[in-house]
């Protein structure tokens, strides 16, 4: 099954080889029949002009649901929501609201106290700070993350006095000395940094930092379909991989829907990874970086913060989470700047990935903005959805 989406130009226009579309097809179509994803929807420009919109696979994941999925079909975006808070916290430098080198115990008085007292934002926008990483980036089995500290911390909590509960304070209690390793030595992925930033937006601005990100990046570039809160027309276009997730749909459908989960009951920002989105909307999103800052008559950032935020960042810092041994880990402001052996695209190329799985890549030297979704249709985490996919795309250029 394959649906065709909006363009504004033919491949060949774009100087694209429209023939290696049909191979990124049929590479879709055999991960699903392998069962390693449960669909693909993608949309892929040049210079700003979308050449390739579409979708191949079922949206839902139970077999005796037929219905295709769709080129505008939604989907959490996970980490991706990392790039729009990033964008974020550099409009609030802009506006000199505050500096990169800020400790957040300036902004935060929970992190004004040793040893989070010389944490800055820099670090936090740049996996640096030495926090704890996520759960599964490293190998050991007794991890405690931030997320079960806030949540035993509430359960303890005076039921009268839990309008007053502190969960920044929470999460920073007894992961052993409050750090992996010293800050600054080593770049170990910390989506709960990413929260703490949500926390830094809300405190400068005095805006929810969801509500923040919505008016001035996300309305601003016209993404109609990019959101934190799922609507029920959202939730109709919604690619449905999982039980949890279908209930969870068919609450919003229903008008139904109950928060359960801790950081939705206390209204912590989910600036590491709570956005949904539609590909075209996140190609929006990437043009608008590309150029430098501005899309359509809409300023986001200015250009000299834009290319701030798309240079590498990072000098001799080695990586080694999921078993990686690199010695200068590529990383900009907010954007993954890696390459390697795998990857075909241009230097000073930037990107990022979300769990589960999809993927934002900006190709600056070929004005190349890509975005795809691939839910996995099992546990586990596939190169040929991601890196393949990568490869397959960029093939088309001439």
Same mark, same amino acid.
Not at 195 to 221: F, R, S
């Given at each position: 099954?394959?649906?065709?989406?909006?363009?504004?130009?033919?491949?060949?226009?774009?100087?694209?080889?429209?023939?290696?579309?049909?191979?990124?097809?049929?590479?879709?179509?055999?991960? /699903? !029949?392998?069962?390693?994803?449960?669909?693909?929807?993608?949309?892929?420009?040049?210079?700003?002009?979308?050449?390739?919109?579409?979708?191949?696979?079922?949206?839902?994941?139970?077999?005796?649901?037929?219905?295709?999925?769709?080129?505008?079909?939604?989907?959490?975006?996970?980490? /991706?929501?990392?790039?729009?808070?990033?964008?974020?916290?550099?409009?609030?430098?802009?506006?000199?609201?505050?500096?990169?080198?800020?400790?957040?115990?300036?902004?935060?008085?929970? @992190?004004?106290?040793?040893?989070?007292?010389?944490?800055?934002?820099?670090?936090?926008?740049?996996?640096?700070?030495?926090?704890?990483?996520?759960?599964?980036?490293?190998?050991?089995?007794?991890?405690?993350?931030?997320?079960?500290?806030?949540?035993?911390?509430?359960?303890?909590?005076?039921?009268?006095?839990?309008?007053?509960? !502190?969960?920044?304070?929470?999460?920073?209690?007894?992961?052993?000395?409050?750090?992996?390793?010293?800050?600054?030595?080593?770049?170990?992925?910390?989506?709960?940094?990413?929260?703490?930033?949500?926390?830094?937006?809300?405190?400068?601005?005095?805006?929810?930092? &969801?509500?923040?990100?919505?008016?001035?990046?996300?309305?601003?570039?016209?993404?109609?379909?990019?959101?934190?809160?799922?609507?029920?027309?959202?939730?109709?276009?919604? /690619?449905?991989? !999982?039980?949890?997730?279908?209930?969870?749909?068919?609450?919003?459908?229903?008008?139904?829907?109950?928060?359960?989960?801790?950081?939705?009951?206390?209204?912590?920002?989910?600036?590491?990874?709570?956005?949904?989105?539609?590909?075209?909307?996140?190609?929006?999103?990437?043009?608008?970086?590309?150029?430098?800052?501005?899309?359509?008559?809409?300023? $986001?950032?200015?250009?000299?913060?834009?290319?701030?935020?798309?240079? &590498?960042?990072?000098?001799? $810092?080695?990586?080694?989470?999921?078993?990686?041994?690199?010695?200068?880990?590529?990383?900009? $402001?907010?954007?993954?700047?890696?390459?390697?052996?795998?990857?075909?695209?241009?230097?000073?190329?930037?990107?990022?990935?979300?769990?589960?799985?999809?993927?934002?890549?900006? !190709?600056?030297?070929?004005?190349?903005?890509?975005?795809?979704?691939?839910? @996995?249709?099992?546990?586990?985490?596939?190169?040929?959805?991601?890196?393949?996919?990568?490869?397959?795309?960029?093939?088309?250029?001439?």
């Amino acid at each position: 099954m394959f649906t065709e989406g909006k363009i504004d130009c033919k491949p060949d226009d774009a100087g694209y080889n429209g023939q290696r579309l049909e191979v990124l097809k049929n590479h879709f179509q055999r991960l /699903i !029949d392998d069962g390693e994803i449960q669909c693909a929807a993608y949309c892929i420009s040049r210079k700003g002009r979308v050449f390739a919109h579409g979708a191949v696979g079922k949206k839902s994941f139970r077999k005796e649901d037929n219905t295709p999925v769709q080129p505008d079909s939604v989907r959490y975006i996970a980490s /991706i929501t990392k790039t729009f808070t990033a964008v974020a916290i550099m409009k609030l430098v802009e506006d000199g609201l505050t500096r990169l080198d800020v400790p957040v115990g300036e902004i935060l008085p929970q @992190f004004n106290t040793p040893p989070y007292n010389g944490v800055t934002i820099f670090q936090l926008l740049t996996h640096t700070s030495g926090m704890h990483a996520d759960g599964g980036c490293f190998e050991n089995k007794y991890q405690t993350n931030y997320w079960k500290m806030i949540e035993d911390a509430y359960k303890l909590a005076d039921p009268d006095k839990r309008n007053e509960f !502190d969960w920044i304070a929470a999460s920073l209690g007894t992961i052993g000395s409050g750090f992996r390793v010293k800050p600054n030595t080593e770049w170990a992925y910390c989506s709960f940094g990413f929260t703490i930033l949500g926390a830094v937006i809300e405190k400068l601005t005095g805006a929810h930092a &969801h509500q923040y990100i919505e008016d001035n990046i996300c309305k601003p570039l016209g993404l109609k379909d990019t959101a934190f809160d799922c609507s029920r027309e959202m939730a109709g276009r919604y /690619i449905v991989s !999982d039980e949890e997730l279908e209930k969870y749909i068919n609450d919003v459908l229903n008008n139904t829907y109950e928060p359960k989960w801790i950081g939705e009951k206390l209204k912590i920002p989910e600036t590491g990874g709570g956005l949904n989105s539609t590909v075209y909307d996140i190609v929006r999103f990437g043009n608008m970086m590309l150029n430098k800052g501005v899309l359509d008559g809409a300023r $986001i950032i200015g250009r000299k913060t834009a290319e701030k935020m798309t240079t &590498h960042a990072l000098r001799s $810092i080695p990586d080694y989470c999921w078993n990686a041994n690199e010695r200068n880990r590529g990383y900009g $402001i907010g954007f993954d700047m890696r390459n390697g052996i795998n990857f075909t695209f241009s230097d000073n190329t930037f990107m990022h990935e979300g769990s589960g799985a999809c993927s934002l890549y900006v !190709d600056p030297a070929e004005e190349l903005t890509a975005a795809w979704f691939v839910p @996995f249709a099992k546990e586990g985490w596939f190169h040929r959805a991601q890196y393949n996919t990568q490869v397959i795309i960029w093939s088309g250029l001439v």
